[in-house]
C-alpha cells in the first residue's frame, strides 16, 4: 500500500474523520505531522500546499488536499485506486 502522509493537529475534527475513513478503506499507517506541536510544521505544509488548514493529505507524493477533498474522491469511486487497493 502507498504512504500516507497528513499535515494534523491536535483535537481537529475534520483531521480525525479522515483518519477514519482511511483506516476504513484499510489503511494501517498513517505519518502525522501535528502542526500544533512540531515546530515550523505549519510553515512547511503551508509552502508545500498553498494551504493553511489542517488535515492536508498526501497520497504517496499526490497532495490531494483536506478531508473534503478525500471524501469526494472516496464519493467518485477514486480513492481505492490512488490507495493501491
Not at 37 to 43: D, L, M
Not at 63 to 68: E, K, L, Q, R, Y
Not at 69 to 76: F, G, V, Y
Request: aromatic share 4%; proline share 2%.
Amino acid at each position: 500500500m502507498v504512504s500516507i502522509t497528513m499535515y494534523s493537529s491536535a483535537g481537529c475534527g475534520y483531521c480525525q474523520s479522515a483518519e477514519h475513513l482511511l483506516k476504513r478503506k484499510g489503511v494501517t499507517r498513517i505519518n502525522k505531522i501535528l502542526v500544533d506541536q512540531v515546530p515550523g510544521a505549519r510553515e512547511t505544509m503551508t509552502h508545500k500546499t498553498g494551504r493553511r488548514t489542517v488535515p492536508q493529505i498526501y497520497v504517496g507524493e499526490l497532495h490531494v488536499g483536506g478531508f473534503d477533498d478525500l471524501a469526494a474522491l472516496e464519493r467518485a469511486g477514486r480513492l481505492d485506486a490512488l490507495l493501491g487497493q
